[in-house]
T-cell receptor, first 112, second 118 residues
Framework: NAGVTQTPKFRVLKTGQSMTLLCAQD?????MYWYRQDPGMGLRLIHY???????AKGEVPDGYNVSRLKKQNFLLGLESAAPSQTSVYFC???????????FGQGTRLTVV | AQTVTQSQPEMSVQEAETVTLSCTYD???????LFWYKQPPSRQMILVIR??????QNATENRFSVNFQKAAKSFSLKISDSQLGDTAMYFC???????????????FGQGTILTVHP
C-alpha cells in the first residue's frame, strides 16, 4: 500500500549537473503532477500528465523536462541544474473526477 | 487564472483552544473545489478537508470545519480543541471545473505555519 513514492528524498547537485527525479504510483491514477515548494510561495505546478505518453506545462516549467512512458511512473529531469532550482519537489497523482490528490514524501534538492 | 491568498504567514494557539486560518481566492469559474492540506514537519501533504462550491453546507471533519463564503470568495479553516499534533504548515488550495480542462491541477496559497503551544 505504497501510494506515491518519490526517489531520491534528498540530493545535492553542483551547478550544471543533471539529474532525474522518479515518481511511482500504484493507484492506477490517470493524472500525475510535479510541484515545487518554495518559502512564501506555496506549491507551484511544474508539469503534469493526463495519461500515459502525455505531458503538459504547468506554471513554472522552464529548466525542467518530464516523461511518462508508463502509466505508473512520472519522471522529472533537470538537464543543467541552477541554484534557482533549489527547492522541495513533490509528485502527486489523482484519479479522474473530484477525488483528492495523493502526494509523495517530497525531494529536497539543493543546487550549489 | 485563479489565485489563492493566505494572508497569515504564522499563527499560534494554546492547546485545547480554537484557531481560524484565513484563505481567499479569485476565480471566474462557478464550478470548483477548495481544499485544506496539512504539512507537518515530516513534509507529507495530508488532506484535511474539502468543499465543493455547489454545496452551501460547510464541510466538517471531526475537529476541523470550514466557513465557506462563496460570494466573498472566502474559505477559512477552524480547528477546535487544538492539539500539539496540529502543529504544521496549512495550505489552502483550489481546483476549478474538476473533470474538465483543469485536469485536477491544484492552485495553492502561500501557506500558514500554525504552532500549537502546550
Amino acid at each position: 500500500n505504497a501510494g506515491v513514492t518519490q526517489t531520491p528524498k534528498f540530493r545535492v547537485l553542483k551547478t550544471g549537473q543533471s539529474m532525474t527525479l522518479l515518481c511511482a504510483q500504484d493507484m492506477n491514477h490517470e493524472y500525475m503532477y510535479w510541484y515545487r515548494q518554495d518559502p512564501g510561495m506555496g506549491l507551484r505546478l511544474i508539469h503534469y500528465s493526463v495519461g500515459e505518453g502525455t505531458t503538459a506545462k504547468g506554471e513554472v516549467p522552464d529548466g525542467y523536462n518530464v516523461s511518462r512512458l508508463k502509466k505508473q511512473n512520472f519522471l522529472l529531469g533537470l538537464e543543467s541544474a541552477a541554484p534557482s532550482q533549489t527547492s522541495v519537489y513533490f509528485c502527486a497523482s489523482s484519479g479522474q473526477g473530484p477525488t483528492e490528490a495523493f502526494f509523495g514524501q517530497g525531494t529536497r534538492l539543493t543546487v550549489v | 487564472a485563479q489565485t489563492v491568498t493566505q494572508s497569515q504567514p504564522e499563527m499560534s494557539v494554546q492547546e485545547a483552544e480554537t484557531v481560524t486560518l484565513s484563505c481567499t481566492y479569485d476565480t471566474s469559474e462557478s464550478n470548483y473545489y477548495l481544499f485544506w492540506y496539512k504539512q507537518p514537519p515530516s513534509r507529507q501533504m495530508i488532506l484535511v478537508i474539502r468543499q465543493e462550491a455547489y454545496k452551501q453546507q460547510n464541510a466538517t471533519e471531526n475537529r476541523f470545519s470550514v466557513n465557506f463564503q462563496k460570494a466573498a470568495k472566502s474559505f477559512s479553516l477552524k480547528i477546535s480543541d487544538s492539539q500539539l499534533g496540529d502543529t504544521a504548515m496549512y495550505f489552502c488550495a483550489f481546483i476549478s471545473n474538476f473533470g474538465g480542462t483543469s485536469y485536477g491541477k491544484l492552485t495553492f496559497g502561500q501557506g500558514t505555519i500554525l504552532t500549537v503551544h502546550p
